[in-house]
């Protein structure tokens, strides 16, 4: 698995429950085949690996949110370079977690299931002006 790990931040209101931690969004990426699969029948197992690492990170106290992504919508998608039968990896989920630093963020990273082709660690961006109008 290809870890990337970014200095700029996500435009986010970043709420912190333990104010020595920080929020970071973990993005994964997949392949278009592995897209496919996810709603077959045999994509049981696809589906316990996340939420078994999702489990974990419940336990560990760091989660909170994320979601699976659908293109299945038929909601508008952002696609620049993308054309059907593109084999490059595409946005498929994203993690919410809240460590200590960033070195923990991509702890967490490496431990996504290997169906994971890539996983973008972005920290969150605190808005200085969301915190006056509270």
Not at 95 to 118: G, H, K, T, Y
Request: aromatic share 8%; glycine share 6%; charged share 15%.
């Amino acid at each position: 698995m290809k870890i990337s790990s970014y200095l700029f931040a996500c435009c986010a209101l970043c709420v912190h429950l333990d104010s020595r931690a920080a929020q970071f969004s973990l993005f994964l990426y997949e392949a278009p085949a592995t897209l496919a699969k996810r709603a077959t029948p045999a994509a049981t197992g696809y589906w316990q690996a996340y939420d078994d690492i999702a489990a974990a990170m419940i336990q560990a106290g760091v989660l909170r949110g994320g979601s699976a992504l659908s293109r299945d919508s038929g909601a508008p998608v952002r696609t620049v370079l993308s054309q059907p039968g593109d084999p490059s990896p595409r946005l498929s989920g994203y993690f919410v977690i809240e460590v200590p630093d960033l070195a923990a963020a991509r702890q967490w990273a490496a431990r996504m299931p290997a169906s994971a082709f890539a996983v973008d660690v972005l920290p969150h961006l605190a808005n200085p002006t969301m915190a006056a109008k509270n």
